[in-house]
């Protein structure tokens, strides 16, 4: 199979962040830059949906419910059953940050661009994540408090705060803004799609610095974080399995099964690690080395299955237009 350069890039990503990790004032800065990505990003979105599309998303609540049971409830069942796996192949503190990883809510920036990618319906991937984002609050810090035996819990007013001006506020300006700009974006789509890709890349170089920098790589052993990653492309296995042919089973569309696979099996790092450094305290860098792995597992494996599907989406599309074709210079020579 051909080497995908959208994955060599990810890997090139994470290999700059090991090498030259953003570090003092260079990480404030790339913070910041992640932030204004992901709120670029979804103005763009904003601009690129017209009204009544986002409402179409906005009412396809059977895929919503669909994608919060995922996110919340089967991921959780397999961090508990993954339980049995201490203290053989995880540790006790892996399998705390493995268990807090089933907790957290599904990605929203990345879902929507694998999804844009393979075709899929993006204003139910956009609902999809943000309702996730907004359940995410309360439900990843009760569930953290009751499965780990924490006492924090509980969610702030500013995290509330920053998903409504990172992900909502971007996304209905750009909404607004659409009766002006809606042409420009339609016009340049290719080229401002490379802010979807660029802006996961930022992302992951962000996120995968401040593990670096911490310096939690030197707190596992080699055997044991081989053994978490097995574990975790394990879950993933399952979860894109259960997403992809769950929603066959449940009769939704194809362009909905994207959605759903890609909302679905997912989880935000952006989201993880803050409500880590409040539920874990000191432990919050090892607690998160778990997600930070399946984050960057997800949006590897994510991406060969976005262009698969794109390919499988060009090839049936391919036959329909020919054939319509063929029927419309039928249809003429006859007239004529």
């Not at 607004?176 to 996961?200: M, N």
Request: aromatic share 8%.
């Amino acid at each position: 199979m051909p080497i995908d350069p959208y994955i060599l890039l990810l890997l090139g990503t994470v290999g700059l962040a090991a090498l030259l990790p953003a570090r003092g004032p260079a990480a404030d800065v790339a913070s910041g830059a992640s932030t204004a990505a992901v709120a670029l990003l979804f103005f763009l979105y904003g601009a690129r949906l017209s009204t009544r599309e986002a409402l179409d998303g906005l009412r396809h609540w059977r895929l919503h419910v669909t994608v919060l049971a995922c996110t919340f409830l089967v991921f959780p069942l397999l961090g508990l059953a993954a339980r049995g796996l201490v203290p053989v192949i995880l540790t006790h503190p892996l399998y705390q940050g493995l268990l807090f990883l089933t907790l957290v809510p599904s990605t929203v920036q990345s879902s929507i661009a694998f999804t844009s990618m393979a075709r899929g319906n993006v204003p139910a991937a956009i609902c999809a994540g943000s309702f996730s984002s907004l359940v995410g609050i309360v439900a990843t810090p009760l569930l953290a408090a009751s499965l780990l035996g924490g006492s924090g819990g509980g969610f702030s007013a500013d995290s509330l705060l920053k998903i409504v001006l990172h992900l909502l506020v971007p996304f209905l300006a750009g909404q607004l803004l659409r009766r002006w700009i809606g042409g420009f974006v339609t016009r340049h789509k290719k080229v401002l799609g490379l802010v979807d890709r660029g802006s996961i890349l930022l992302v992951v170089y962000t996120a995968f610095s401040v593990g670096v920098v911490q310096g939690i790589w030197h707190q596992v052993s080699p055997a044991r974080l081989g053994g978490l990653v097995v574990v975790e492309a394990v879950v993933l296995a399952v979860m894109l399995l259960l997403t992809w042919y769950g929603g066959k089973a449940l009769r939704f569309g194809r362009e909905d099964r994207i959605a759903i696979q890609f909302a679905g099996s997912k989880k935000s790092l952006a989201a993880g690690l803050p409500m880590a450094s409040v539920l874990f305290g000191a432990q919050a860098a090892l607690a998160v080395l778990p997600l930070m792995l399946f984050h960057q597992m997800q949006l590897i494996v994510c991406a060969v299955i976005a262009k698969r599907r794109a390919r499988e989406a060009a090839e049936v599309s391919a036959p329909q237009s020919a054939a319509a074709t063929r029927t419309a210079v039928g249809t003429g020579t006859r007239s004529g």
